[in-house]
């Protein structure tokens, strides 16, 4: 039960400060660097296989990217005066 209570949304929201939307953006991005690491496993062939695998992952690294900055635009800064 323990482990269950450590996936709690609400529980990471707070520990990482941030909202929701933030915080979904957050783990989209996560999974696009995770396939972008997995489309390196592809096999190739030729040089011609080894470009195109490249694009592949260059593409899902540009996609975490954006899905991080929406996260960090999408984050409510609360002023600290």
């Given at each position: 039960?323990g482990?269950?209570?450590?996936?709690?949304f609400g529980?990471?929201?707070?520990?990482?400060?941030?909202?929701?939307?933030?915080?979904?953006?957050?783990?989209?991005?996560?999974?696009f660097?995770?396939?972008?690491?997995?489309?390196?496993l592809?096999?190739?062939?030729d040089?011609s296989?080894?470009?195109?695998?490249?694009?592949?992952?260059?593409?899902?690294?540009?996609?975490a990217?954006?899905?991080?900055?929406?996260?960090?635009?999408?984050?409510n800064?609360?002023?600290t005066?």
């Amino acid at each position: 039960m323990g482990s269950i209570r450590a996936l709690e949304f609400g529980g990471i929201r707070t520990w990482l400060g941030l909202s929701l939307p933030s915080l979904i953006a957050f783990f989209v991005g996560i999974a696009f660097l995770i396939i972008a690491l997995a489309v390196g496993l592809v096999g190739v062939s030729d040089v011609s296989d080894f470009e195109a695998v490249q694009l592949w992952r260059i593409q899902w690294l540009m996609a975490a990217c954006a899905a991080f900055l929406v996260g960090i635009l999408l984050k409510n800064q609360k002023s600290t005066n």
